[in-house]
């Protein structure tokens, strides 16, 4: 059974950091795609960053770039997503995901996956920053 398990969220003020974490079980993460996902209330699910770990590949949305950092740690399974200068608009649940090639794809082309490119998906994690 897959398993994606995501934390770290929680209630930082403008200009504060967290730090997500990604454990993953049930699938090597070197063999797929590991994508964060966010959504607000009354929005779309949309695209934070992704990465393939086998090659290094890393996708940021451009409201993000700069600010968040993605990396992988293979002997631990685990994906991280490190969220520097945090904004209200940053508010949200994020949600970690798993694909297989076409997911890849989309991270080493350095374009935006739509959610239905990934299998698994984790329960999500609340951020929220106060202004």
């Known amino acids: 059974e897959v398993q994606l398990q995501a934390s770290g969220g929680g209630l930082v003020q403008t200009g504060g950091s967290l730090r997500l974490s990604c454990a993953v079980s049930?699938?090597?993460?070197?063999?797929?795609?590991i994508g964060w996902f966010r959504q607000a209330p009354g929005k779309e699910r949309e695209a934070v960053s992704c990465?393939?770990?086998?090659?290094?590949?890393?996708y940021y949305a451009d409201s993000v770039k700069g600010r968040f950092t993605i990396s992988s740690d293979s002997a631990k399974n685990t994906v991280y997503l490190q969220m520097n200068s945090l904004k209200p608009e940053d508010t949200a649940v994020y949600y970690c995901?798993?694909?297989?090639?076409?997911?890849?794809?989309?991270?080493?082309?350095?374009?935006?996956?739509?959610?239905?490119?990934?299998?698994?998906w984790g329960q999500g994690t609340l951020v929220t920053v106060s202004s």
């Open positions: 995901a798993g694909g297989g090639y076409t997911a890849i794809t989309f991270v080493v082309t350095k374009r935006s996956p739509s959610p239905v490119e990934y299998d698994y």
């Open positions: 049930g699938l090597t993460i070197d063999d797929h795609a």
């Open positions: 990465i393939s770990s086998s090659d290094g590949s890393k």
